[in-house]
Structure formats: structure tokens, C-alpha cells
């Protein structure tokens, strides 16, 4: 039986295909928006993880200067309270800690031959690759014994070897930051734009005390990089890091902290909230003509139930139950809805891949939005038929036979 | 007895109007009957014919078919005793406009459960019966009228009722129409069927076994010819 009102209601749709049509493009519409909206605000998540995720994980970067508690830094960066001891210190005395990299960096300009380009030099010690995720790609890296030593050498990122070098290869050439002499020794693994838009490709890295003392001059940092063993003891690093600085700055209690701890995760918490909210917000809109899509086959559900009594009163009198009717007509708006809604999904999947290939938007099509969309669809359907559905059921076969 | 019908009474309320359509009717109808119901404009056959035919309810009064009262029974329940029990046969023909002939036969065993292929089988056989093979897959507005309600008593037999019921079927055809369509109710009722049947032409009320006679909603006359 319930094969036989799948057919029969079929057949009234088939009788009636431009309306039919008609009536599953508001959910078409709304399936089609809900998907593609939820992969712009997917598609900005994921990219916000990445970038995030891209500057290391477990990551806790320590800067010099207080915070305060709207966020705004006083004065930070230019504050000269972060030392190598302090460094050295977070290494040795704090547990859970895998490495430190603590760092300095200012512009400079490059020469090379006729060439020349300026970028930011960074000085720090190996394992800063390992904690902000950087690869050699070809050579080496400096060695602890050349930040003994402050030797002129340098690692330098793709877009520096490219502006700077061109074909030549980089490695074992000696360049110029700011007059003195460097040597190459290796070329960085190319790790693209970062979320904030910026080349991480376009820097010099070379050891830390070369950098403080031949090129900046000072004996201070300007960052900490602090790679935590595992995300479970991120907080308590941090929280350590605080108490193990407040104690060597000896800040008296309720002065407050003049160097800034912060952690990495706790960034990602927050952009996934936002972009949540974005995804959620979007979502919401989308869904709002999915319900309207509803309520368009609600209204020709009723239009159809009442231009087909005199049918209803023949099927009736031949011995159609109430269940019967209510099946056919149901079934009708179901279908309206699961055709309205792959179609839907195929609009949707087409969108977002418009979207990202017109616009250049990045676009992530989660399972879980087509899922969802689809079965609200089929839930539509059955909620905005339920009504016109019964009302036919319901109808008197006399008075629906007399119907004209 | 097939119909036994006591003090049937159905009425009509429009606003402060009280329309007693059936004023206590008595009735009863032996298997294998050929009963024709007479009776001027109004006064109450149809109204009769759709209680009979289990598409209405009476106001007050009991109905019992096969032995089973039926006064009483849900919407569904009624469903079904029009689907096995009872063939109807409308003056309007009331076939289905976008079903061809037989599929329009077929549908009462689309709600008698009954599986596509005997389906088909069975209402080509009706379709058969009543001399329109060659029509099966015309669509009603391809057919005449007389053709459109042979196809309707095909319908009405296709799932084997003991009690064929029909409302002025020949109203709406020409004389000749109309005879043929008697024809075909008197073959039904020799092999056996009980025919109940409403008119207003004397001529087509001869061809029943029994006349029934109507007025102001009782029955006044019962004879057999
Ligand atoms: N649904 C209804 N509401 C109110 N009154 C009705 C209704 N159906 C029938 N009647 C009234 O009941 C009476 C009997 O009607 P019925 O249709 O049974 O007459 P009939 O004998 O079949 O007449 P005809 O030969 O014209 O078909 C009429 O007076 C009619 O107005
Ligand atoms: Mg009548």
C-alpha cells in the first residue's frame, strides 16, 4: 500500500510538473543556500585553523609589556624587559616545556650584487624552527655553536631567495644586512600567507646574539616562543611561565605583569567562536528560505486538495481510508521536499564551488550541513503537507462526489 | 436477506430548515434481487441509494448488510465494506480523467491490496465483461458516454461485490446507450448479483424484478413484476 501511494502520488505530481517545479524551488532555493552559505562560513574557519595551527603548535609566545584587560598592549615590543636569562630561564625551570626559542627581529635591507631587498631579519636560536613550524629546504641551519660564536651566517625564506637571488642558487653567497657581510646556508620551505594576509615566506633568520649585538645592538628580546609538550598542559605552562617571570622581575603582588604570556590555543578558541557565530549567522539566514519554501508547499498542497476533491470523493467512495488519502498527499509533499532537496544539494555544491572559484572565497562543504539541510527538507515537507494532507483525508465522500 | 433496512430516517439541517430527506424507511432486499427504487424529483432515492451503499450514514434507524450492522461503523470501516461488498455505479460516471479505462477499473483493488499484475489482469477481464477490450487504454474524455459508464460498471465489479448499486446509471445516456447498459445489469443479476438500481423512466424500471416507489422521502409502492 504504501509503494501504491508513492506511485499515485508521483503520478500527481507528473500531472502537474511545471507546479510541481514551481513549489520545490523554495526549498531548492533553501537547501541550496543553507549548504552554501555554511561552506563560506566553514571555508573561513578552516582557513583561520590553518593560518593558526601554521605557526606551531602548542604554542606560547611570551612579549615583553603589560596587557591590559581590553586586550590593547601598552607599550609592547618597545618595552625591554624580556632577557636571554629569562629565556634560559623558562627552558630550564619550567616543566612540560619541549623548547624555547626566543627571538628579536627589525628590517633591514639586503644587497646582493646589484640586487637588493628589504625584509625583516630575524634573530633566534635553531629550535625556533621547530616551534613556529618552518622546514630547511636546502642546506642547513645555524647551530648553537654559531650563536656562541655570532657568526654571519643566515637561513633565509623563498621569496628573499627569489627576489634577492633569482636564478642563482642562494647557497654558500654571501650577502649584506645593513653593510655587513652574511653568509647563506640555507633556503626555508615555503609556507605561504598567513591569516592575516602576510608573507612567511619573506624573512631572514640568523642566530640571536649575531642579530642582538652586530646588527640591532641590544640585549633584550622581543619574544619568547614556547613550545608546550601536549595541549593538556598549555594552561598550566602559561600560568608557570607568569609566576617563574613575575618572580624573576620581582613584581611586588598587585603591580601588574610587565610582559605579556599568551597561548595559542586560547586564539584558536576564540576565532572558532567568531567564525561559528559567522557559520551559524548564515546558516540561519539560509534556513529562513528553506521555512518559506515550506509554507509555498503548504499553500499548493491546499490549492491541489481542493481542485481534486471530486478525485478524493471517487477514491473514497471506492474504498480509500482515511490513511490512504492522507498517504497520497503526504507522500506528494514529501516528495516535493526530497526532490526540492537534492536538487538543492547539487545547487548548493555548485555554489559553493562557484563561490570559491569566482570569488576566490575558500569554501569547506561539510557532510554534516547537506545532512542536515537534506533532512530538514524532508521534515518541511512533511510538516507544511501534514495540514492540506488531513483536510483531504478528512473530506465527507458525499460532499466531495458532489464537488464541482 | 442481503439488505435489511428498519426506520431509516436521515436529516437535513440548513439553518432553520429541517429537511427530512428519509421519513422512516423499511426495506428489505433478497440476495439475487433485481430492484429498481422510482420516485419523483426529491424525494429521497438518492439519499436512499447512499446509505445503501454505505457512503452515508442515517440519522437514525439500522442498516444490516450480509448480517452485519453497519449504522454505526467508523469512516474506515465503511471504506472497506464499499471496497469488498458493494459495486457503485454514479450517473456521472465519476472515472478518473487522467486514468485510462483500465487503469480506472483497477483502482478499488489498489485499496483491496491487491498486487499490480492481478490488478490489471482482473480489471481487463471486467473491462471484458462489459464489451470494451479494445477501449483499454483510452482515456475517459476518448470514450462515449455509454462507453464511459460501461467502464464505470467494470469499475464496479471488478472486486467481485455481491450488491451492485447504481444511481440513474442511464440518465445522462440516449435510449440506446441506455439499453445496452441495462443489458448489461440484467446479465449481472442472471448470474446471480443483487442489483439495486434508481431511475425515472418506467421503461428502464421494467426490466427490474421489483419496483420500489418513493414520495416525500417513505416508500409507497412495492411490486414485483
Ligand atoms: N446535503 C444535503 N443537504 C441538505 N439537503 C439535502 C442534502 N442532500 C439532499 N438533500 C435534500 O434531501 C431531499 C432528497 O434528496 P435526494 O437527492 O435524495 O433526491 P432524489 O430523489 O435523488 O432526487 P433526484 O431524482 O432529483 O435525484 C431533497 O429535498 C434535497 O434537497
Ligand atoms: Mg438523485
Given amino acids: 500500500m504504501f509503494w501504491e501511494s508513492v506511485l499515485i502520488a508521483l503520478d500527481g505530481l507528473k500531472a502537474n510538473k ?213 595541549p593538556e598542559v598549555i594552561d598550566k605552562v602559561q600560568e608557570d611561565i607568569t609566576v617563574l617571570l613575575r618572580a624573576r622581575h620581582r613584581l611586588q603582588s598587585g603591580v601588574p605583569d610587565n610582559f605579556t604570556v599568551r597561548n595559542l590555543a586560547a586564539v584558536m578558541a576564540t576565532a572558532q567562536e567568531t567564525t561559528g557565530t559567522i557559520t551559524l549567522l548564515l546558516g540561519n539566514i539560509a534556513a529562513i528560505s528553506l521555512v518559506v519554501g515550506g509554507i509555498g508547499i503548504m499553500n499548493i498542497m491546499l490549492v491541489s486538495v481542493t481542485e481534486r476533491t471530486r478525485e478524493i470523493g471517487i477514491r473514497k467512495a471506492l474504498g480509500a481510508t482515511f490513511n490512504n488519502i492522507l498517504l497520497q498527499f503526504l507522500i506528494e509533499a514529501i516528495v516535493i521536499g526530497v526532490t526540492g532537496g537534492f536538487i538543492g544539494i547539487g545547487l548548493g555544491l555548485a555554489g559553493s564551488y562557484a563561490i570559491s572559484y569566482f570569488a576566490g572565497w575558500n569554501t569547506v562543504v561539510s557532510p554534516l550541513s547537506i545532512i542536515i539541510a537534506f533532512v530538514f527538507s524532508v521534515m518541511i515537507g512533511l510538516f507544511f503537507g501534514l495540514y492540506p494532507a488531513r483536510k483531504a483525508a478528512l473530506l465527507d465522500p458525499i460532499e466531495a462526489l458532489r464537488y464541482e | 436477506m442481503t439488505i435489511v433496512l428498519r426506520d431509516i430516517t436521515k436529516v437535513y439541517q440548513m439553518g432553520d430548515n429541517i429537511v427530512n430527506a428519509l421519513a422512516g424507511v423499511s426495506l428489505d432486499v433478497a440476495a439475487g434481487e433485481f430492484t429498481a427504487i422510482m420516485g419523483p424529483s426529491g424525494s429521497g432515492k438518492s439519499t436512499l441509494m447512499n446509505i445503501l451503499g454505505c457512503l452515508d450514514r442515517p440519522t437514525s434507524g439500522s442498516y444490516s448488510l450480509d448480517g452485519e450492522g453497519v449504522a454505526k461503523l467508523s469512516d474506515d470501516a465503511l471504506a472497506v465494506i464499499r471496497n469488498r461488498k458493494i459495486g457503485f455505479v454514479f450517473q456521472s460516471f465519476n472515472l478518473l480523467p487522467r486514468m485510462s479505462a483500465l487503469q480506472n477499473v483497477a483502482l478499488p483493488m489498489v485499496y483491496a491490496g491487491a498486487d499490480r499484475h492481478s490488478r490489471l489482469e482482473k480489471a481487463a477481464h471486467a473491462l471484458a465483461l462489459v464489451g470494451l477490450s479494445d477501449r483499454q487504454h483510452h482515456k475517459p474524455n476518448e470514450l462515449s458516454g455509454g462507453q464511459r459508464q460501461r467502464v464505470a460498471i467494470a469499475r464496479s465489479l471488478v472486486n467481485d461485490p455481491a450488491i451492485i448499486m447504481a444511481d440513474e446509471p442511464t440518465g445522462n445516456l440516449d435510449t440506446k446507450s441506455g439499453n445496452e447498459i441495462m443489458e448489461i445489469f440484467r446479465d449481472l443479476n442472471n448470474q446471480g448479483r443483487t442489483v439495486v438500481l434508481i431511475t425515472h423512466e418506467p421503461d428502464i424500471a421494467a426490466c427490474a424484478k421489483r419496483v420500489v416507489h418513493m414520495r416525500d422521502g417513505k416508500i409507497t409502492r412495492d411490486e414485483r413484476n
Fill in chain 1, 18 to 230: 511545471l507546479r510541481a517545479f514551481l513549489t520545490m524551488l523554495g526549498i531548492i532555493i533553501g537547501v541550496g543556500a543553507v549548504i552554501a552559505m555554511v561552506s563560506i562560513g566553514m571555508g573561513v574557519r578552516q582557513k583561520v585553523e590553518t593560518s593558526i595551527a601554521g605557526l606551531g603548535s602548542n604554542l606560547i609566545i611570551v612579549m615583553p609589556g603589560a596587557t591590559t584587560p581590553s586586550g590593547v598592549r601598552l607599550a609592547a615590543g618597545s618595552s625591554t624587559t624580556l632577557t636571554n636569562a629569562d629565556a634560559r630561564a623558562i627552558g630550564r625551570e619550567i616543566a612540560g616545556v619541549s623548547a624555547v626559542a626566543p627571538s628579536v627581529q627589525r628590517s633591514y635591507q639586503l644587497v646582493y650584487g646589484n640586487q637588493n631587498w628589504t625584509t625583516n631579519i630575524l634573530g633566534t636560536t635553531p629550535e625556533y624552527l621547530d616551534v613556529r613550524n618552518f622546514a630547511v629546504a636546502a642546506g642547513t641551519c645555524f647551530t648553537n655553536q654559531d650563536i656562541d660564536t655570532r657568526a654571519r651566517v643566515a637561513v633565509i625564506g623563498k621569496t628573499v631567495a627569489d627576489n634577492l637571488f633569482g636564478d642563482v642558487s642562494p647557497l654558500g653567497q654571501t650577502m649584506r644586512i645593513n653593510k655587513a657581510p652574511f653568509r647563506v646556508i640555507g633556503v626555508l620551505e615555503a609556507k605561504g600567507q598567513s591569516s592575516m594576509g602576510q608573507d612567511q615566506d619573506d624573512i631572514v633568520i640568523v642566530p640571536l646574539t649575531t642579530a642582538q649585538e652586530r646588527l640591532l645592538g641590544v640585549t633584550w628580546l622581543q619574544n619568547i616562543n614556547v613550545q608546550a609538550d601536549n
